[in-house]
């Protein structure tokens, strides 16, 4: 029974500052692009892991509506680790971490991409419940090619549970 009563306790405690995160937004326009052109949708789960080390699950994508050539929509599963500051009513956000790709493109080499989050918004200090501005990068980094990246500017709300 204590070892049942250990078990829930650490479940309950290790979800305890968990967040679900919902980000929608259009994509960052570079050369040939229109702002709004590329529609991204993302559902995250993250939590804290010690102090201001967070860490999160994301799964999304995007729906890619250029002409550009060789341009595709590809779905996105990332597992990325961070650090978020908060201050009264306020909260920063830096991630990076591995992402796959469904399908490479011309602006995207290969299925193995880095992820980067930077978020920045309000937050209720009480709930914890957040509402904010999101940009994210991905790219290889240069370990396939073409490298050009994805740049998607967001609108970001976070639900505490």
Same mark, same amino acid.
């Given at each position: 029974?204590?070892?049942?009563? +250990?078990?829930? !306790? #650490?479940? $309950?405690?290790?979800? %305890? ?10 994509? &960052? ?47 996105? +599963?990332?597992? !990325? #680790?961070? $650090?978020?500051?908060? %201050? ?10 591995? &992402? ?62």
């Amino acid at each position: 029974m204590r070892m049942l009563f +250990l078990i829930l !306790s #650490l479940a $309950v405690s290790a979800n %305890a500052f968990a967040d679900s995160i919902v980000k929608y937004g259009a994509n &960052a326009p570079k050369d040939q692009e229109r702002i709004g052109s590329t529609k991204a949708i993302f559902a995250a789960h993250q939590a804290t892991l010690f102090g201001p080390i967070i860490r999160q699950y994301e799964l999304g994508g995007w729906i890619d509506n250029t002409s550009i050539e060789g341009r595709k929509s590809s779905a996105l +599963l990332s597992a !990325s #680790l961070g $650090v978020n500051v908060t %201050a009264e009513i306020f909260y920063a956000q830096a991630l990076v971490g591995p &992402a796959l790709i469904s399908h490479p493109d011309s602006s995207l080499g290969g299925p193995f991409q880095f992820n980067n989050d930077f978020a920045l918004g309000l937050r209720d200090p009480k709930t914890e419940a957040t509402i904010g501005f999101n940009y994210k990068h991905i790219s290889s980094a240069g370990l396939e090619l073409p490298n050009r990246g994805r740049d998607f500017l967001m609108f970001r709300v976070s639900i505490p549970w």
